[in-house]
């Protein structure tokens, strides 16, 4: 049996100067192993929900297949360890990844933990196409639907959140996870599982941007991401770069539009002009 991504455990309580036995829910961490043909890739730590579309969406956004078509087969491991995630490629694939195998660790919020050289780290993102434009007041009520469909953060307040807006339908799908960018893989393989065009909408991020966050949503061709908090300019040059609008600072009255402001629609809440 899976471990269960949310976990009761006991605290005491301090509160207006008394102590008093507890307990919080709070997100399960494991060490998930990402497996192909018998030999690790990466080890990341990762709420263990959602894992099948974490491996599909690991590969895609790392570059190790350009289409979930590629994967052939994705199987959950458990053992007192943690998770393996195995999943078997195409021949092709399996034998170009085989010729640039490597293991990174990555722990919850590292940044481009593993990378073994300064062209891999500084890899440039896929250009992605025109896309489409959205309304600004969309990205604003988009944002305000995302906290309750948050099921793990709304039972622990400790998860970060991606999330995609569908532009021709108003849905939105939301995966969950301790770290960042884990959450982002599993969006990225959700959608491809659900055969959802990326371009067709918007990235919803509940965490501030790092490159990476550009990068992988690049490789996915999502031509918008919306982030609660600010971008590195890292990622704000690497965003300019592969045609990507960038919006940041995303809170209930407004946001800030940093790269390709041309597929954001003001006219519907007002343009400000600042001096």
């Known amino acids: 049996m899976m471990p269960r991504p949310v976990v009761e455990v006991a605290e005491t309580l301090w509160r207006d100067g008394k102590a008093a036995a507890g307990a919080r829910s709070v997100p399960e961490e494991s060490a998930v192993a990402l497996t192909f ?7 990341m730590m990762a709420t263990p929900a959602d894992l099948e579309d974490f491996g599909i969406g690991f590969c895609l956004t790392e570059g190790i297949v350009a289409s979930a078509a590629e994967i052939e087969a994705v199987e959950l491991i458990e053992s007192a360890l943690g998770i393996e995630v195995r999943m078997r490629l195409a021949g092709e694939r399996e034998a170009e990844l085989a010729g ?8 919850v919020g590292c940044g ?3 990378i073994e050289s300064l062209e891999a780290a500084m890899r440039p993102a896929s250009a992605v196409g025109a ?10 009520a988009a944002m305000h639907r995302l906290a309750p469909l948050q099921a793990l953060n ?13 532009l021709e339908t108003d849905a ?3 995966r969950e996870d301790v770290g960042r960018h884990n959450a982002l893989d599993k969006l990225a393989g959700a959608l491809a599982r659900a055969g959802t065009d990326a371009s067709g909408g918007v990235v919803l991020l509940t965490s501030r941007v790092s490159v990476e966050m550009v990068q ?11 982030a609660v908090s600010a971008p590195t300019a890292l990622a704000v040059r690497t965003a300019e770069a592969a045609g990507i609008t960038l919006v940041g600072i995303a809170r209930a009255d407004g946001f800030e539009v940093f790269t390709h402001p041309h597929r954001i629609r003001f006219e519907e809440i007002g343009t400000r002009h600042v001096a």
Do not use: E
Not at 37 to 43: C, E, I, L, Q
Not at 131 to 140: D, K
Not at 216 to 226: D, M, T
């Open 37 to 43: 043909g018998g030999s690790t890739h990466a080890v």
């Open 154 to 166: 709304q039972a622990t307040r400790a998860v970060h959140a991606a999330a995609f807006l569908d």
């Open 216 to 226: 992988k949503s690049a490789a996915i061709g999502a031509s918008i991401v919306v």
């Open 100 to 107: 640039r195998r490597r293991r990174l660790a990555g722990p």
């Open 131 to 140: 896309g489409r434009a959205v309304a600004a007041a969309a990205i604003l």
């Open 172 to 174: 939105l799908s939301v």
């Open 112 to 114: 481009l933990c593993g």
